[in-house]
């Protein structure tokens, strides 16, 4: 207990550094008039003189000591400027050094080993990490993007240190960089251009193709209808002679019906006659006689033309 404005309060700080063994008890009895405290345990003897004036309140520092990524060394805790405590502008990474090693400390240097830290990487970590007494923190196949390393000390009387902070940037690898998506966007549009222009020479190819066929087909059909023109003047034609034909037979039938008729009207003028009357070819060949020849010369026609 402390007492002060009158009253008492209770004033734990003093035995924060003695909370680690609960198990192992004390007991205690005032040695002196100054209020002086003997705590026995199984460790050993405490004194606490509660009027000496002890700040257990002095401000510390957190300290980011080395970064490593792989092999190498990329900050070994020298600092130019004040500033650069608290804040640590760090190196742009290639890809291929994503894995990173960070080692901090306290700058309090009672009771080291007690110190507790906590830590979180902006960029990747949602949270603050518990508190512990580990003094390295590793991150493995970070990707690409810009990081801030944070961490931050308490000592064992709970005054917490100052946040210390290390940027980082980790470029991309080089298939997702900014030149490759580039490449990849102009190697689509390419291949999207032979692509196309491969497809428009195939359709040219194939009308180029139609317009043949339909041209030799048109010439085919053209041929065709000519034959049939050609075959139906002919048929025309053949129609007509055979028209002209017909006419001519049915001309040269009525002439020779008509012949006939006259003919046959001459034999029987001639059959009834008392003269001689004979009909002959153009070549002097007897072809009939009438009764009168047959009465005149005594000889039938057939024998008239036999003697002939």
């Not at 979180?120 to 518990?130: E, F, I, K, N, Q």
Request: net charge negative.
């Amino acid at each position: 207990m402390k007492y002060d404005a009158g009253k008492y309060t209770l004033f734990k700080q003093p035995f924060y550094k003695f909370n680690e063994d609960p198990s192992s008890g004390y007991f205690f009895y005032t040695a002196d008039a100054d209020s002086t405290l003997f705590f026995g345990t199984l460790k050993g003897l405490l004194q606490y003189n509660p009027n000496r004036d002890i700040s257990y309140d002095l401000p510390f520092k957190t300290l980011i000591r080395k970064v490593f990524a792989k092999d190498s060394l990329l900050f070994g805790g020298a600092m130019l400027q004040p500033s650069e405590v608290e804040y640590i502008k760090g190196n742009v990474l290639p890809y291929s050094q994503n894995n990173l090693v960070f080692q901090y400390a306290a700058a309090f240097y009672e009771d080291v080993e007690k110190n507790l830290y906590s830590y979180r990487l902006v960029g990747s970590d949602t949270a603050w990490s518990a508190w512990g007494t580990d003094v390295k923190k590793e991150y493995t196949n970070l990707t690409e993007g810009v990081y801030i390393f944070e961490v931050r000390a308490m000592n064992q009387y709970k005054i917490l240190g100052n946040t210390a902070s290390y940027w980082f940037r980790i470029l991309p690898p080089w298939y997702r960089a900014w030149w490759a998506f580039t490449l990849y966007v102009l190697s689509f549009i390419s291949l999207a251009f032979l692509v196309l222009k491969t497809y428009t020479r195939r359709l040219v190819a194939q009308k180029e193709h139609l317009e043949q066929v339909v041209k030799e087909r048109t010439h085919e059909i053209l041929e065709k209808n000519e034959e049939l023109q050609q075959q139906k003047e002919e048929i025309t034609q053949t129609l007509e002679i055979v028209s002209n034909q017909k006419e001519e037979i049915q001309t040269q039938a009525q002439l020779l019906e008509k012949t006939n008729n006259e003919l046959e009207k001459l034999s029987i003028v001639a059959s009834e006659t008392d003269s001689a009357v004979v009909i002959m070819d153009s070549a002097g060949n007897i072809e009939w006689t009438n009764k009168g020849f047959e009465r005149l010369y005594g000889l039938l026609t057939d024998e008239s033309i036999k003697l002939r």
